[in-house]
């Protein structure tokens, strides 16, 4: 009969209608500022910069290396590297600088550093009233402690630590070889290999 | 006491029209009534879109607008403020002129169209002896401001808007106004007022409204799936169509000549559903005997609000017609139907009043309904349709 | 309401003169209907309810949609150059002299010039219904047949490109 199916139809988006105000379970609508759906483990989105400790400052992995700087496929970090009064690289970036704007997220920045240095945070809520300022990040802001990295990836960031602490104990283990030898040579900071 | 209130806002106008010189009492009146309706009106626009937001919204499993306000019930007005603080954008290659007056032409109509709904007892801005007339002859101008306003925009999809609207308001004014014939032959007047005083008296407990006999129902419905086309309303929203010509025939206008159409269109929608209430819904009677204790102007907005949550019901289950199915439903089975529905009156009318009339009057509606169902859907069999590529 | 109908009959007079001699043909039909509409207004002043309405109803609502739908369709709504004159224009005075000479001798001939009536008849809806489906049922029925039939010769022209 015609009409029929409209009937129907109608019949089914009144239970609709009714049913969402009955269970809770049909809205599948996610709150947001309220209530947030909890973030995929490989969620990512922008760097940050890993430092082990208390002090941002001395803790940072970061040894102004400048890999990144020229691997970065949109150009968006600025480094500039840390000199005492003589002149002497200090391993240690004075200036650190992702222009968030420009940032892709390719995360080849993370892929390259041979140091640990520099992974992807999940921060979304960056929206900001200076689009010029507002999103050039600096140093400062792009420090974050080790234990937050542990937050946002706890996997990755427990294969970053042990293998570390074994590069840590492979050095110390050669200082001491090297040790006997000559002892003018103050311990250094371990010299990594590049990451697989 | 029941009197009184419901006489409230004649005593009101008339205690407010007295306090003026005699000269200046019919302009004062009329004043007076015009704010009336827009204001009243304007307001139940909000209210509608608030109500559609969210019903929709429930019909889909969504919870609609909720942030402005406690749950969301001022929405229409940071609607409204946007509105109007947003740019007035004129296209470059637009005709200034009829593209400024087109808005205007829209809404004017639909407000005065208002003028002869009764929306309570004694409340009738304008008694006019050829109401139900008047009612058309107004409405049928808003098609012109919707060639003016897709003409004027220079814009191919505005003009394919303004092409498929006036298309489809020409053919379904046909039924529209055919399936109102039976209504104005059982009363035999063109008057809104003398329409629903024929619908006041009670059977019983029962009303005696029109839609409660079998050419009124059919009439009835009839009338709002014309109604539902004319106000270009899903699922008749082709002019509109988002997927297809994005906004329709008013695709470059924005700001607040934007919001002025969309008033145009729901003003326009509670209109046909007050003619319907009027012709149909026995007006601003009460629908049971011992209710009448109620105001006669609450029934009418009562009955108003039931139309277009109706109207939002349907919007949120059926899905857009094509252009053919269309003219089809216009043409083979709106107006044949209508046509029927006018013979099934004068049986109705001649033959004595008694049971026998009920089923020979629903008789001449129904087997044609049955016949033409079963004809317009006879070649194509509907089935579950089987995917060849995909799995 | 003196200053209503003055207001209302310039109007008219305006846009019909639009109507002849703007250069736009859409904006030409545009002022048409609002020649028509101001027309429908004046017979609504005189009362005639019915008239008036179904001014508006045929002329504002179909006939003005009709000719603004013949423009696009034929012509599109380009801006012609040509002058505002047509060269047939000899004719077409002619024509409206022949039409004005004729409806002026009609009215010079009519017996109820100059005998104005003290107050405009109300002539109900009801009336003119009644009338026309007694005393005029005949010329009534013969326009609903010439109007199904240009209908039936409508549905034919259009079948007929169709099939080919």
Known sequence: MLGEGILKGMVETARNFFGSYRSRERLVTVQYPEERLPMKENARNFPFLVYDGVDAEKGLRCVACKICEKECPPQCIYIILERDEKGKPQKHPKVFDIDLSVCMSCQICVEVCPFDAIKMDTEFELSCADRFGGLLVHKPQLAKSNEYYHQLHPADAEEVDARLAAEKAKAEAKAKAAVAPSTAKPPSVPRPTPAK | MATTIDQVFVNLKLWAVGLFPAAWQPLVSALLSIIAIIGVFATLFAITTILERKGLGRIQNRYGPNRVGPCGILQPMADGIKAIIKEDVVPRSADKLVHFLAPVVLVAPVFLVYSVLPVGRNMTPLDLDAGVLFFFAIGATTELAVFMAGWASHNKYSLLGAMRAIAQMISYEVPLLLSTVPVIMAVGSLSTVRIVAAQTGYVGWLPRWFVFTPWGLAGFILFVIAATAESNRSPFDLPEGESEIIAGYFIEYSGFKFALFFLGEYLGLFAVSGLAITLFLGGWSAPLSFLTWIPSWVWFFAKLLAMIGAFIWVRGTVPRLRMDQLMNFAWKFMLPMALINILAVAVWRYLPAGFWRWPACAGVVWLPYLALGRGLAGSKRVTKRVYRYAA | ?164
């Open chain 3, 1 to 164: 309401m003196q200053w209503a109908f003055n207001i209302v009959a310039v109007l008219t007079l305006l846009s019909a003169a639009a109507a002849l001699s703007l250069r736009n043909l859409v904006h030409c039909a545009l002022c048409l209907a609002g020649a028509l509409g101001g027309l429908a207004v004046l017979f609504l002043q005189l009362n005639a309810q019915f008239v008036g309405l179904a001014q508006i109803l045929v002329y504002v609502g179909a006939v003005a949609i009709l000719v603004v739908f013949a423009i696009l369709l034929t012509r599109g709504a380009d801006f012609s150059k040509q002058p505002a004159l047509s060269p047939s224009w000899v004719v077409g005075a002619g024509v409206a002299v022949l039409v004005l000479g004729s409806l002026v001798a009609a009215i010079r001939t009519m017996t109820a010039t100059g005998v104005l009536p003290s107050a405009p008849p109300l002539v109900a809806v009801r009336d003119i219904g009644a009338r026309l489906m007694a005393e005029y049922v005949l010329p009534l029925e013969v326009v609903g047949l010439l109007l199904t039939v240009a209908l039936i010769g409508g549905v034919v022209i259009a079948l007929q490109e169709k099939r080919r």
